[in-house]
């Protein structure tokens, strides 16, 4: 075909490229990702949690004491918003923490259709304890860096958050 005649064909087909040649797709380095950081460091988190929390606490386990903790006496569904636990997840959680003794259920004084949730005298002692593991855990968790870094890290987890 001459010039002219492409011309009057119209635009051409892009050629597909030589597999020699194939622009290759722009760098994409999986150690640069901020999801893989974090759940790098989540991961190393949890071993700590894992290596010093008492009584085999689980991190939502322990969440949902110290909210309760904090609130008193809740519903399931509060206290698991507070926690951030979507309601299944927060139902496993409390249905564990009464097997282990460390909560009470009362029925609700504005909803008796509803039951409340609150620390028993056995929740409350092991929560005193276990924040002390806590901020040992939080500690070692962020050991590796200055007083600046943390407050820098915690100021921008908040707002990923």
Do not use: W
Request: glycine fraction near 6%.
């Amino acid at each position: 075909m001459t010039a002219a005649a492409d011309e009057k064909a119209g635009p051409s087909k892009p050629r597909e490229p030589h597999e020699a040649s194939a622009a290759k797709p722009e760098s994409y380095s999986l150690d640069a990702q901020v999801g893989y950081l974090l759940r790098l460091a989540s991961q190393r988190h949890a071993a700590i949690f894992q290596d010093h929390m008492i009584a085999g606490l689980t991190p939502t386990q322990f969440a949902l004491l110290v909210r309760l903790g904090e609130v008193g006496e809740a519903s399931q569904n509060r206290i698991g918003r507070l926690a951030a636990m979507d309601v299944a997840t927060a139902k496993g959680v409390v249905d564990r923490l009464a097997a282990k003794g460390l909560v009470t259920f009362a029925p609700d004084r504005e909803d008796g259709r509803r039951r409340v949730i609150a620390l028993s005298a056995e929740g409350r002692a092991l929560l005193d304890r276990a924040v002390t593991c806590a901020k040992a855990i939080t500690e070692a968790t962020l050991e590796p860096l200055n007083q600046n870094e943390r407050t820098m890290l915690l100021s921008l987890l908040r707002r990923l958050g």
